[in-house]
């Protein structure tokens, strides 16, 4: 029990403390307020009242001590005189004359009672003595104008006493004791002083708690309300609205929160468009960029992809979302990027770069990493990678340098041996024959030829590259044909290489430029002839395409009509040159039409500077052709291209050979 009572008394405490914990120090303040008032006009209101009840009973005491005197003052001869019939007389004619006496008692000197009303009787005398005695004071005798008034509670009452000496001619006789009821009006006094009292408490707190109501109904609750919704607008709902039939000035107060909120939503609304939109924008650009972008989290976990960086990490298909990003790389490449990211994530540098090689056959990327911070730039937000695919570019330097090299040895060998062969005959032509200088000069100006072949192959790249624009008219492409086969006749002859030309006298007229289809054909013809062997064959072969007369009659055009002829109106006219040469290898195909490029190996042991093929594709790029091969090695080689109908819209010709322009322009520049 000892253990247990501290313990209630604890949890008591505590229950209290969190009760009172609950209220606003509004609340606090305000039952502060309302129990000291409370208690002081209680206080007031009890004093004021006190005092009135006490000068009642004062008047009292002093009716009970006049009462007691007058008594005294009618009885004291009969006492003197032992007369004790007639003093029962008297004393119960005073007994009954006044219903606000309770007793009267008369006792001698030595306090025995020996007379008393409604004690006593008046029979005898010898019945009316008693064997009670009053313990007075001692020198009550001393005071006959004095009396002794006190007051006792009994069964019945509150009783006021007065005891009064009686006194005849200085002889002290006993005394006179009266029992007095209490004023009824100080008994009433008395009440109201409790009543009203307790009435002012309790209509302070009815009051208090009448304006508390009224208070939270018309203030405090719409306050409340008030304060709930700036911390939902705090929170970030702006949808929130008070809606209390409350008017005046906090009325204007809450539709102005409301209005405020309104405008806040909207503003919200806005906003989030604008977010969605600029969202949506840069998610368009990072997935069109041609270099792939990662973007990663502080931890370096993966937040977004583009379709270039899941190509180049074979990611296609799959969800990267929250994956670390060094995880999801081959082992090798986490290895070299790993000490990277973790720099840029310590803070050691907010960007670097490495070059790694991926991939089979191996690709060249530069990895770029920059950290990405907050407006302090103290906390680190994010990681952006990019990563460029290098490959082309470092290809294209490598075929770069490999032109370099051969242009320079193609440049200094004839240089040279023009050089030679022209100091020789400066410096001993005397001593030369004839048939010697001829010779040195047909040497000089093989090596002539050679050396403007070259320059020429460069500066036609260089033409087709730039702003310049072409015409475009109707020509006759066999003409071009036979014109290029008389020019590699005779080189045919001595190679011992058959040249042959097939197609339909009828042709239709293609819509192109003659000096540039000219040096298309002269170059696909002069690389057939240069690959080939002697005993070999060369086909050129030209068609309308799609060959009409080869379709299902339900799938010819309506306007090919039944005859099938090649007056009407073809979409293209292919072209294609064959030879039984030395064939290309696969893996030399895919780059047989690059810039620089020079299939070198044991069968192609012909000089060259890989231009030819780059300026054909060019040209008819330029004619809104495309150029296609299909070789096999020790079987030959065949290209073909279709060229546009002389009834093509030479506008949209002008347009797509300009877009094809543009588009190779582009990707020159990025090679450069």
């Known amino acids: 029990m000892t253990a247990a009572g501290p313990e209630a008394q604890r949890t008591w405490r505590q229950v209290v403390a969190r009760w009172w914990a609950e209220f606003s120090l509004q609340t606090k303040l305000l039952a502060v307020a309302t129990l000291v008032v409370s208690l002081l006009m209680t206080g007031i209101t009890f004093l ?25 003052a009618n009885v004291t001869p009969l006492v003197a005189e032992g007369n004790d019939r007639e003093l029962a007389s008297v004393a119960d004619r005073f007994w009954r004359s006044s219903r606000s006496l309770r007793y009267i008692f008369f006792a001698d000197p030595e306090g025995v009672i020996y007379l008393g009303i409604p004690i006593g009787s008046n029979n005898g005398s010898s019945e009316l003595l008693l064997s009670r005695r009053l313990e007075l ?120 929160f409301n209005t405020m909120a309104t405008q806040l939503e909207e503003y919200k609304a806005a ?73 840029v994530r310590g803070g050691g540098l907010d960007s670097t770069d490495l070059r790694c090689s991926l991939g089979e056959p191996p690709r060249t990327l530069r990895i770029v990493l920059q950290s990405v911070r907050d407006a302090s730039g103290e906390t680190l937000k994010g990681i952006a990678m990019t990563v460029q695919d290098l490959t082309r570019e470092v290809e294209l330097n490598a075929a770069q340098s490999r032109f370099i090299s051969n242009v320079s040895h193609e440049l200094r060998t004839p240089l040279f041996n023009i050089k030679s062969y022209v100091e020789t005959l400066h410096d001993l032509g005397d001593q030369l024959s004839e048939e010697e200088k001829r010779e040195f000069l047909g040497i000089a100006n093989a090596e002539t030829d050679r050396l403007t072949r070259l320059v020429n192959d460069v500066l036609d790249l260089s033409r087709l590259e730039s702003d310049r624009q072409w015409s475009f008219e109707p020509l006759e492409l066999s003409t071009a044909i036979e014109q290029t086969l008389r ?48 005993g070999g064959a060369l086909m050129l072969r030209a068609y309308p395409w799609p060959d009409l ?92 291209f279709d060229l546009p109908l002389e009834d093509s819209d030479n506008e949209e010709l002008q347009l797509a050979a300009d877009r094809q322009q543009r588009t190779s322009d582009a990707v020159v520049a990025v090679q450069d």
Request: aromatic residues 6%; proline residues 4%; charged residues 20%.
């Open 48 to 72: 004021a009242l006190n005092g009135i009840q006490r000068d009642a009973r004062m008047s009292d005491t002093r009716y009970a001590r006049d009462l007691g005197l007058l008594l005294s």
């Open 137 to 256: 004071p001692a020198d009550i005798q001393k005071r006959p104008d004095n009396p002794l008034v006190r007051q006792h509670l009994s069964p019945d009452g509150q009783v006021t006493d007065v005891f009064v000496p009686m006194v005849s001619d200085g002889t002290y006789l006993g005394v006179l004791a009266l029992g007095i009821n209490p004023n009824e009006t100080l008994l009433a006094s008395a009440a109201l002083t409790r009543e009203v009292t307790v009435a002012v408490f309790i209509s302070i707190w009815v009051l208090v708690i009448l304006g508390s109501v009224f208070n939270a109904l018309t203030i405090t609750q719409p306050v409340k309300e008030l304060l709930r919704g700036v911390r939902q607008i705090a929170g970030g709902n702006f949808e929130t609205r008070i809606a209390l039939p409350v008017g005046g000035e906090l009325g204007e107060l809450l539709e102005g």
């Open 271 to 343: 906003n989030i468009e604008e977010l969605r939109a600029a969202q949506v924008k840069q998610q368009s650009l990072i997935a069109t960029m041609a270099d792939g972008a990662v973007l990663l989290d502080a931890e370096g976990a993966i937040v977004l992809a583009n379709p270039t960086a899941r190509r180049l990490f074979r990611w296609e298909g799959r969800n990267l979302e929250a994956n670390s990003l060094i995880q999801e790389l081959p082992e090798r490449l986490a290895m070299d990027l790993q000490d990277a990211l973790d720099i």
């Open 487 to 534: 020019t590699y006749r005779l080189n045919a002859e001595e190679k011992g290489v058959s040249l042959h030309f097939e197609a339909d006298s009828q042709l239709p007229r293609v819509l192109g430029n003659w000096d540039l289809l000219l040096q298309v054909l002269d170059n696909l013809v002069g690389n057939a002839l240069k690959f080939s062997a002697k």
């Open 549 to 640: 007369c080869a379709l299902p009659s339900e799938a010819l055009p309506e306007h090919a009509g039944p005859t099938c002829d090649f007056h009407s109106p073809l979409p293209r006219l292919r072209l294609e040159i064959a030879d039984t040469g030395s064939g290309i290898a696969a893996r030399d195909q895919e780059r047989i039409f690059e810039r620089f490029y020079r299939v070198e190996n044991a069968v192609h042991t012909e000089a060259g500077t890989g231009l030819g093929l780059s300026i054909v594709r060019g040209i008819l790029d330029k004619h809104g052709a495309r150029i296609a091969m299909a070789s096999e090695l020790g079987v030959g080689t065949t290209f073909w």
